[in-house]
């Protein structure tokens, strides 16, 4: 098991930017592909972004690619989502999740972080 806490979520304004951190403890952290998801109110959980347990593996939603990037430092033990040209369909929830390599779900979660995008 790996425990997650995600950081760097806040207020900003159309257009601007955000680099959310998924800070992870517990269990060798280079063993865990990481995702991050998202859940606005009244919706359903959606997956934005996954990053391999090396990093040489990045993968992206249609709605954010182009706009977040991903990004691992196994030496610290985080994953990074930068995001860019925020919009106000991006305020939600954002969590990060750790998926043991070799089996298929994302086990592991963090509390999430919000993320609020005006207009």
């Known amino acids: 098991q790996v425990q997650l806490v995600e950081s760097g979520g806040g207020l900003v304004q159309a257009g601007g930017s955000l680099r959310l951190s998924c800070a992870a403890s517990?269990?060798?952290?280079?063993?865990?592909?990481i995702g991050w998801f998202r859940q606005a109110p009244g919706k359903g959980r959606n997956f934005l972004a996954a990053?391999?347990?090396?990093?040489?593996?990045?993968y992206y939603a249609d709605s954010v690619k182009g706009r977040f990037t991903i990004s691992r430092d196994n030496a610290k033990s985080t994953v990074y989502l930068q995001m860019n040209t925020l919009k106000p369909e991006d305020t939600a929830v954002y969590y990060c999740?750790?998926?043991?390599?070799?089996?298929?779900?994302?086990?592991?979660w963090g509390q999430g972080t919000q993320v609020t995008v005006s207009s």
């Open positions: 517990g269990r060798t952290f280079s063993s865990y592909d």
């Open positions: 999740a750790a998926r043991l390599v070799g089996t298929g779900t994302y086990s592991d």
């Open positions: 990053i391999s347990w090396s990093g040489g593996s990045t």
